[in-house]
C-alpha cells in the first residue's frame, strides 16, 4: 500500500493516477486486512485529493463487485441511495417498491451503518424503523454486512476521517441483486459523465437524478439522464406540471417523521411515489416514441393502491 500512498498523495507535482491495474490491487488490499488504519487513512484522504480518475474507480469497481455476495432479483430495480443518509426530503422507496410491485418490478435497495459526510436518516435506519412497526415491506433490502463486509468493516474508519472518499461514489450501485436497471444522484451535472463512465457497462439504463442529496429520488424541479449504450439522454421535471408541491425543506425531516410519512403518506406525497415510479418504469420500459411520464403516472394514481 505504500507504494499506492505514494503515488497519490506526494503532492500536485509528484502525484500519479494508478492504472486500472494498480486500482484492482489497491482495492483488494483497502478490503483485506493486511493494511493499517493510518495506511487506509493515508491512501483514501490522498486519493480524493488528487483527485481520482475514471480508470481508477472502474478498477476499484471492479473488485467491489468481484467480492459483493450477489442474490439474483428478477425484474428488479436498484435504488442507489448515499450511505450518509437523507435530510432534505423524506425517502419514498417504500411507497414506490408498493407501486412497482403492481406492475412485476421489484425494488431493490441498499444499507450499512453511517458515513460521513452528512449526519442524514439512512436507509438502514428507516428499515429498521419500518420493521420494528411491522410495516409490509414491499422492497428488497440488502444489508451490506452481509453482501460485502470488507467494506462495511471500513465504516469506523471512514467516520474517523469524517470527510468524503472515492467510497461514497463507489458504493451507490452494489449490483447485489444483479439488476439490469438502477437510478442513483449525482450533486452537479459535471458528475453526469463520471458516474455514466463508471457504471454503464453494468447496466443496461440507469438514471441520474441531479440535485437531490445525491439521492435518486424526485423531490422537487429536477434535471435527470437516462443513460443507455452510450447516450445520455437529458430531461427536466417539474412536480408542478403534475400539481405536486416540492415536498423538500430546509430542516431536516427526523426518522419519526419519515416514518409517520410512509405510514400514512400525505396525498402529496403519495402523488410525489407516483411521479416516481413513473420515471424509474420509463428506464426499465421504454416507449418508443420517446419518454412517457405522463401516462405512467396516470397509470399509477388511478390504480389507487
Same mark, same amino acid.
Given at each position: 500500500m505504500r507504494e499506492f500512498i505514494k503515488k497519490v498523495a506526494t503532492g500536485p507535482k509528484g502525484n500519479e493516477d494508478l492504472t486500472l491495474q494498480e486500482a484492482e490491487c489497491m482495492m483488494r488490499l483497502l478490503l483485506s486486512s493486511d493494511v493499517s488504519d493510518v495506511e487506509m487513512t493515508a491512501f483514501l484522504v490522498g486519493w480524493r485529493l488528487? *483527485?481520482?480518475?475514471?480508470?481508477?474507480?472502474?478498477?476499484?469497481?471492479?473488485? #467491489?463487485?468481484?467480492?459483493?455476495?450477489?442474490?439474483?432479483?428478477? !425484474?428488479?430495480?436498484?435504488?442507489?441511495?448515499?450511505?450518509?443518509?437523507? !435530510?432534505?426530503?423524506?425517502?419514498?422507496? *417504500?411507497?414506490i417498491g408498493k407501486i412497482l410491485k403492481t406492475e412485476g418490478v421489484h425494488l431493490v435497495v441498499t444499507g450499512d451503518e453511517r458515513v460521513p459526510a452528512k449526519n442524514g436518516v439512512t436507509v438502514k435506519m428507516l428499515h429498521q424503523k419500518l420493521r420494528e412497526r411491522e410495516f409490509k415491506q414491499d422492497y428488497e433490502y440488502f444489508d451490506r454486512r452481509d453482501y460485502l463486509p470488507q467494506l462495511s468493516q471500513l465504516t469506523g474508519l471512514r467516520n474517523l476521517i469524517g470527510l468524503r472518499t472515492a467510497l461514497n461514489t463507489l458504493e451507490k450501485f452494489s449490483l447485489v441483486a444483479e439488476s439490469k436497471f438502477a437510478a442513483?444522484?449525482?450533486?452537479?451535472? *459535471?458528475?453526469?459523465?463520471?458516474?455514466?463512465? #463508471?457504471?454503464?457497462?453494468?447496466?443496461?439504463?440507469?438514471?441520474?437524478? $441531479?440535485?437531490?442529496?445525491? $439521492?435518486?429520488? #424526485?423531490?422537487?424541479?429536477?434535471?435527470y439522464w437516462i443513460i443507455s449504450e452510450g447516450k445520455r439522454d437529458e430531461f427536466l421535471v417539474d412536480p408542478l406540471d403534475f400539481g405536486i408541491q416540492p415536498i423538500n425543506r430546509n430542516e431536516m425531516y427526523s426518522l419519526e417523521e419519515q416514518f409517520a410519512i410512509i405510514a400514512d403518506p400525505p396525498e402529496n406525497v403519495w402523488m410525489m411515489a407516483c411521479l416516481n415510479a413513473? #420515471?424509474?418504469?420509463e428506464v426499465i420500459r421504454p416507449q418508443t416514441d420517446g419518454v412517457n411520464i405522463k401516462n405512467n403516472y396516470d397509470l399509477f394514481l388511478g390504480k389507487k393502491i
Open positions: 488528487k *483527485p481520482e480518475t475514471i480508470k481508477e474507480y472502474r478498477g476499484a469497481y471492479n473488485v #467491489i463487485l468481484e467480492k459483493t455476495k450477489k442474490k439474483n432479483v428478477q !425484474n428488479s430495480f436498484e435504488l442507489g441511495f448515499p450511505f450518509d443518509g437523507k !435530510n432534505d426530503s423524506p425517502y419514498l422507496f *417504500p411507497l442513483t444522484g449525482v450533486f452537479h451535472k *459535471p458528475y453526469v459523465e463520471k458516474y455514466a463512465t #463508471i457504471f454503464e457497462d453494468r447496466l443496461k439504463r440507469f438514471l441520474l437524478v $441531479s440535485g437531490n442529496e445525491g $439521492s435518486p429520488e #424526485i423531490a422537487k424541479k429536477s434535471k413513473a #420515471i424509474y418504469l
